[in-house]
């Protein structure tokens, strides 16, 4: 129904690498990871965030208290970019103006975002909220 991966920075670098620099980033961080691959079946009618917040939960909660990551970065289709601001604070990197690989549009926006501060955001965010709901990681 649903898949999200996330690839650890290694010595061999990340697939970001070929749009946007990132090395700021390496010298604060001690653990970033990459986004790869969200994507949740059209057909399975679970589009609407039914799906998509609480695994995209489970994956925030994993990446900093299981595997250390302190920063996400990310290279989306520029038509999905505002969500990624909107919604989690993702803030731009410049691009190199290179093709990307691993999407399905050869432009795209690479993005970061500091977990550290993830969970002071959504609590701004959304506590005057109706949701029933943790929104927290």
Avoid: W
Wanted: charged letters at 25%; proline letters at 3%; glycine letters at 6%.
């Amino acid at each position: 129904i649903a898949t999200v991966s996330v690839l650890i920075d290694t010595s061999m670098g990340l697939p970001i690498d070929q749009t946007a620099n990132i090395n700021f980033l390496r010298e604060m961080s001690s653990r970033i990871g990459e986004i790869s691959s969200l994507a949740i079946k059209r057909s399975s009618g679970l589009r609407r965030g039914v799906i998509l917040f609480p695994m995209l939960t489970y994956m925030f909660r994993y990446s900093k208290f299981y595997c250390g990551i302190e920063h996400y970065v990310v290279s989306v289709n520029p038509r999905v970019a505002p969500f990624y601001e909107a919604i989690f604070g993702f803030k731009k990197l410049k691009d190199k103006g290179k093709d990307y690989n691993f999407v399905n549009v050869k432009k795209v926006h690479s993005m970061f975002l500091d977990l550290n501060k993830l969970n002071d955001k959504l609590a701004r965010v959304y506590k005057y909220s109706n949701a029933k709901k943790e929104v927290c990681y």
